[in-house]
Structure formats: structure tokens, C-alpha cells
């Protein structure tokens, strides 16, 4: 069987398979270490695949996520191992589900995400003049790209209220990425490819804007 490389008609057996690679080619960036971050995907019916709390994220395999309705975040079906409980994230990637129609969220720990959201004006990060911005749907290499800056908590769901709040304002509307304070990045796409592009993209865009910050 040939795995597939872009589609958005992918079976739920071959998203829970793809999330697991993700993670473990995330992990090797240094961007869901130390049991941080997270991924979601969705199935054909517009249910959300999410991957379990407190595990290390590159050895989570495709029966550890959990069946989640993304309208009010309940849980549909368990991980198959009943030790597993689900990701903080689940709120705040229900959010981006329903306000963005994201088919896909990835929550990074990366270090370049934290160190580009402290150079955040007020509460948004303007990322200029990169080629790389191409990358992401509906943006060019000569916009200005504004990103949300939101202010961390001490529980990741407790993230929701600010989350639910940028989403909705028209001046991100370009915007399929949230900065943390202090803490990480929620990055979407409309499927889980292009969730993966717009994460390495983003990675890129933070990694670019803090090096010319520093020159
Ligand atoms: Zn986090």
C-alpha cells in the first residue's frame, strides 16, 4: 500500500497514522519535546483525532487518540488504553475547528516561537519581508503578516477565553497561527497537509524573525 502524500480524503485510519509521523518528525525539530505540544487531526465525518496529555508525543501510536466531538469537546470514543486521558488542547483546538474550520492543529513548544512572541508589539508579532510567507494560504511575499500574541495561564485550557477572542477579530483574519507568551504555538490548517506546511512554515517565519532581530 502506497502512502498517501496529499489528500484531503484521507480514511481515519490513515489520519491517525499520519499524526503519529508528524510527531515524531516535530519531535526531531524540538518542537513537541519533553511531553509538550500536541496535534489534532479530523475524521471524514468532521470528529477530531486527539492525541493524549502527558506522554512523550514521538512514541504516541495510531489507537492512543481520542474520538472528540468539536462542538462541545466531549469525549465520542477513548484511547484504546484506558491509562491515556486527552490533551489540555482540547478546547482551544475545538475553537480553532469551529471558528476557522481547521481540519488540523498543531501545538509546538518550540524555543523560536516563545522567543518570537517576546517580540510581540502590544499583543501581535508583525512578520515582514520573507519569502517563506508564500507558504501560507492566502498571503504574499509582500504583506505584513500579524499574528495574535496571547498571555499564557497556568492551565493550558484556561488559554480558551483569549483564544476564542483573536480568532474572531478580522485584523488575524489571515492568521492560521496564535502565539503564547512564555509557552509555545497553536498552528492550523484546513487539513492535516496543510497543517504540516503552515507548521514548518510558521517555524521558519519565527526562527527568520528572531535571527534578524538579533543582527
Ligand atoms: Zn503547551
Given at each position: 500500500m502506497n502512502a498517501p502524500?496529499?489528500?484531503?480524503?484521507?480514511?481515519e485510519e490513515e489520519t491517525r497514522e499520519l499524526l503519529c509521523e508528524l510527531l515524531r518528525l516535530f519531535y526531531d525539530r524540538g518542537w513537541v519535546s519533553g511531553t509538550g505540544g500536541g496535534i489534532c487531526g479530523t475524521t471524514p465525518d468532521g470528529l477530531m483525532l486527539l492525541a493524549p496529555t502527558g506522554v512523550h508525543k514521538e512514541r504516541i501510536q495510531p489507537p492512543d487518540f481520542f474520538v472528540i466531538d468539536?462542538?462541545?469537546?466531549?469525549?465520542?470514543k477513548p484511547a484504546a488504553d484506558p491509562g491515556l486521558r486527552p490533551s489540555e488542547c482540547n478546547s482551544i483546538f475545538s475553537a480553532a475547528i469551529r471558528e476557522r474550520g481547521a481540519g488540523s492543529v498543531v501545538h509546538s513548544h518550540a524555543l523560536s516561537s516563545v522567543l518570537a512572541a517576546d517580540l510581540a508589539k502590544g499583543d501581535s508579532l508583525e512578520i515582514r519581508d520573507l519569502e517563506m510567507l508564500k507558504g501560507i494560504r492566502d498571503v504574499t511575499n509582500r504583506d505584513v503578516h500579524l499574528l495574535p500574541v496571547i498571555t499564557n495561564t497556568p492551565r493550558e485550557y484556561e488559554l480558551t477565553e483569549q483564544v476564542e477572542k483573536v480568532l474572531k477579530e478580522e485584523r488575524f483574519a489571515t492568521a492560521n497561527a496564535i502565539l503564547v507568551r512564555d509557552h509555545g504555538a497553536y498552528i492550523w490548517g484546513e487539513d492535516v497537509w496543510e497543517a504540516k506546511r503552515h507548521t514548518e512554515v510558521y517555524h521558519f517565519l519565527f526562527e527568520a524573525t528572531v535571527a534578524r532581530d538579533r543582527s
Open positions: 502524500v496529499a489528500s484531503t480524503r484521507m480514511s468539536p462542538r462541545d469537546g466531549s469525549v465520542v
